[in-house]
């Protein structure tokens, strides 16, 4: 066995992104965390290391901790994304990856010793789940966590999501930070002519909700997300982002993405409610139910009553530049449901 007394009687792998973008002082702990992995005979994975236009020596650190830790036979390969932000760097390290199942490693995430194994295993197991994710746990070299980090733990990419393994569906999002994903679906929510409208974080603002969308493209498409207990990783905070100053930076990033998030979940609403239904009934009642909702002749949400003509309509109804993708791309979800792709 390789570093493992796990049995597993079929050959497989996964690869291990890692997104970088001025990464020196996180890379190591990362890496060799990464080294200690346990897994079967059978069994590979690579670490691809996405370099986001870096300025430092993220590439070279890399390879050398690598090289002088790395366990033999599981490559490290380096490749460069010029294009600043979070989600270029992931459709990069995802075209580029050897495998079809996807481990989504930011550069602080230290995985547990059977991560990655276990991280495949989710997938092999579950064919409908699109995204799966476990339990981040902080660490941190400050003396001591601010008063107010635990009202914003969560914004850190931080949560236990449940005490077992299950469909987590009505949370609607997995996070990015150990996100389990598979190739073929990830290129697939994002082909030339529907991009992503959340580029996720670059190296000047810490934009995000990159991850959300994804999740929210998935659930439109008709994949379940799925929580394993026996995925976890521990989230580094240098003290340097434990300020009121970064607190603030990473606020603003999650309100600037906040208002498109919005707009997938009410569209998923819209989506859930009307699945089942006939669409041409439900188009033809909807301006009346829109009409006595204002007159309040009916008990029903405006703004649901709107979505359902909106986002059924064959039309163009007009909306904002979001509302236009996100109704594009359900059109084109129907193509890339479970089962056709």
Request: hydrophobic content about 40%.
């Amino acid at each position: 066995m390789s570093q493992s007394t796990i049995s597993q009687a079929s050959p497989a792998g996964i690869s291990v992104i890692i997104c970088c973008y001025n990464s020196t002082q996180r890379i190591g702990e990362t890496l060799r965390h990464l080294a200690l992995q346990q897994f079967p005979d059978d069994f590979n994975f690579e670490v691809l290391l996405v370099d986001n236009d870096s300025t430092d020596d993220t590439a070279s650190v890399a390879r050398a901790i690598w090289d002088g830790e790395g366990p033999a036979g599981i490559p490290l390969r380096i490749v460069d994304e010029l294009r600043a932000g979070q989600m270029y760097a992931r459709e990069k390290g995802v075209k580029e990856a050897a495998y079809d199942s996807i481990v989504f490693c930011d550069d602080d995430n230290w995985l547990n010793a059977d991560y990655v194994f276990y991280a495949w295993k989710t997938l092999s197991e579950n064919p409908t789940v699109g995204a799966a994710g476990g339990s981040n746990y902080p660490v941190t070299d400050a003396p001591a966590y601010p008063d107010w980090f635990p009202e914003h733990a969560d914004k850190f990419a931080l949560g236990v999501p449940g005490e077992e393994s299950c469909i987590v569906n009505n949370r609607s999002f997995i996070l990015g930070a150990g996100m389990v994903t598979r190739k073929k679906l990830f290129l697939a929510m994002y082909p030339d002519d529907h991009p992503t409208l959340l580029a996720g974080r670059n190296g000047s603002k810490l934009s995000t909700g990159d991850d959300f969308e994804y999740c929210k493209r998935l659930m439109i498409a008709g994949y379940d997300l799925y929580f394993e207990k026996r995925l976890s990783l521990r989230h580094f905070i240098p003290r340097q982002r434990l300020m009121p100053a970064y607190l603030e930076r990473l606020l603003a990033g999650i309100n600037d993405a906040t208002p498109t998030i919005e707009l997938y979940d009410l569209a998923l609403r819209a989506h859930r409610r009307n699945k089942k239904k006939n669409r041409w009934r439900m188009l033809l009642l909807s301006p009346f139910r829109i009409i006595f909702t204002k007159w309040g002749l009916m008990d029903r949400v405006l703004i649901d009553e709107r979505n359902t003509l909106y986002y059924l309509s064959p039309f163009d109804l007009g909306g904002t530049h979001e509302m236009k993708v996100i109704k594009k791309f359900f059109r084109y979800a129907k193509s890339v449901e479970p089962g056709k792709i």
